[in-house]
């Protein structure tokens, strides 16, 4: 599992490649740090090369979302193959985000 955090457009963008399981979600969460000094910045999600999410890797995703709503920002999911799509339909949280 590798995360990278970008600045693209004014947006903060954290790229996930492989399979966000519960032993890739502890260094995943040590990468997504810089993500709690949003504001000012929207956050973008990007799936598209995240193979896999496990319940480990949602609670990052709402930890992300929940940090940046009080600071005006808003989180944007872009990327999601069909797999992730039924996660996030199952699980309900694709009523919490929004997708590009």
Known sequence: ?????QEQDGNLVAIFEGRLDTAAAP???QDLK???DCA???IVLDCTALD???SSGLRLFLGV???AKPKGSHVF???MNADLRNVFTMT???NLFEFK
């Not at 599992?1 to 955090?5: A, S, V």
């Open 77 to 79: 999911i872009t990327g």
């Open 1 to 5: 599992m590798k995360t990278t955090i």
């Open 27 to 29: 260094q995943c969460e």
């Open 52 to 54: 896999y999410i496990s």
């Open 40 to 42: 000012g910045h929207d």
């Open 65 to 67: 979302l929940k940090n």
């Open 34 to 36: 810089p993500l709690n």
């Open 92 to 94: 309900g949280f694709i």
